[in-house]
């Protein structure tokens, strides 16, 4: 999740326990709808976005101004279970917890470039995370009545304003440079309504807003029909506050790369690949250790142009996490593209399962050793974008 997950790891005392996608955020798209089809490879995307975060690869974009806008929306899935057990300590069976289902529109990003030569510019906006999560659940005593209901709610959405430059030397290498400021608010809101009156109910409401800047270079090299790209990214002068209280996050630099390699074959076929890796053990709030461990990920796909002029795409990411092995995820994509003159519009489908134990994640702070919580959810996403070339 790169510097996102860094940025938001302050935020996991607020979060009672969620899963770390609810405190982290999800990852927006950052890059074309093509590339959200490929296994988000973002970093191997050429495209007005993408290149906000590859500087390098605005060098291979068409002479002119090229414009792009994403867009997203997502259905997200959870249930819980808690393992029920007999008198002897056997399992029989398990019992549900909760379940919830969010339907919502995620914002993608716009961007613009301008390629002239062996010059290239490009400015935009990109939401780089989107909190957005609806929990609730009914309890009930042993006796299966109802003694209150629990209720969370999670929104907000940070923006990345970014823009980048590169320089190509020749058919062989080209340097990039750039940086944004990044800047969003999440808002948490917790109720606990009991059915007994004298019972202690309460609400919770957290507003906190994070800011910061990120730096970013990259370099990119040309070898006939493979493209190979480096680049890092370094944060500066993150904070996060809450009302009267602020606090510094220390981030640590982010490490990319990506490839493209195109065979030459009848289907015009293109296989892309990115690769990233933080330093996330390093990330420190308000000089404490955040207690996490590095993090990684790599994206992989291929486009092949179908009889007709469709472009069909498939891919697979995988992204360790910084919390536990446990809830590391991978998400299956494909998706289709259509070319009209100099419209390209590109629409992508993703599905992004995960099941864990809460023992295998014991730094969530509500659960307690020997809890038999078992969460299973998913997120299945569609996007759609447009670019164009003047």
């Not at 005593?141 to 629990?150: I, M, R, S």
């Not at 519009?345 to 050793?369: C, I, K």
């Amino acid at each position: 999740m790169g510097i996102t997950a860094g940025g938001m790891i302050i935020l996991l005392a607020l979060s009672g326990g969620l899963p770390e996608v609810m405190w982290l955020g999800d990852e927006g798209v950052l890059g074309s709808a093509g590339a959200a089809g490929m296994g988000n490879t973002v970093y191997a995307d050429i495209s007005p976005q993408a290149v906000l975060q590859n500087p390098a690869m605005a060098s291979k974009l068409p002479e002119g101004f090229s414009v792009g806008i994403t867009g997203t929306v997502a259905l997200d899935i959870e249930k819980r279970t808690r393992r029920v057990y007999d008198s002897f300590g056997g399992v029989v069976g398990e019992s549900e917890y909760s379940f919830n289902q969010n339907f919502h529109p995620l914002p993608g990003g716009a961007a613009i470039s301008w390629k002239t030569g062996d010059l290239a510019f490009s400015a935009g906006w990109r939401a780089v995370s989107t909190f957005g999560y609806s929990y609730s659940r009914i309890m009930n005593d042993d006796n299966y009545v109802k003694v209150g209901e629990e209720t969370l709610e999670t929104s907000g959405i940070l923006n990345d304003f970014g823009f980048s430059s590169a320089w190509r030397q020749g058919e062989l290498f080209s340097i990039g440079a750039g940086g944004s400021f990044v800047t969003g608010t999440r808002s948490l809101e917790q109720r606990m309504q009991y059915v007994d009156p004298t019972a202690s109910s309460y609400e919770i409401e957290l507003d906190t807003e994070i800011s910061g800047m990120v730096v970013r270079g990259s370099a990119l090299v040309n070898l006939n029909r493979v493209s190979i790209s480096g680049g890092v990214e370094q944060p500066v002068g993150w904070t996060t506050s809450e009302g009267s209280s602020e606090a510094d996050i220390s981030l640590p630099m982010v490490l990319r790369a990506g490839l493209r390699y195109l065979p030459g074959n009848r289907l015009m076929s293109l296989f892309v690949a990115d690769f990233w890796w933080s330093g996330t053990q390093a990330v420190e709030v308000a000089d404490a250790d955040a207690g996490m461990k590095n993090s990684w990920g790599f994206g992989a796909g291929v486009e092949n142009t179908l009889p007709g002029g469709t472009i069909g795409r498939a891919g697979f990411e995988y992204d360790s996490s910084p919390v536990a092995s446990a809830l590391d995820r991978m998400k299956f994509t494909t998706g289709l593209g259509w070319v009209l003159d100099d419209i390209t519009v590109d629409a992508g489908v993703s599905f992004s399962p995960v099941r864990w134990d809460q023992y295998q994640a014991d730094g969530l702070p509500t659960f307690t050793p020997g809890d038999s919580l078992v969460v299973e959810s998913s997120r299945t996403a569609f996007t759609l974008g447009i670019e164009k070339t003047f």
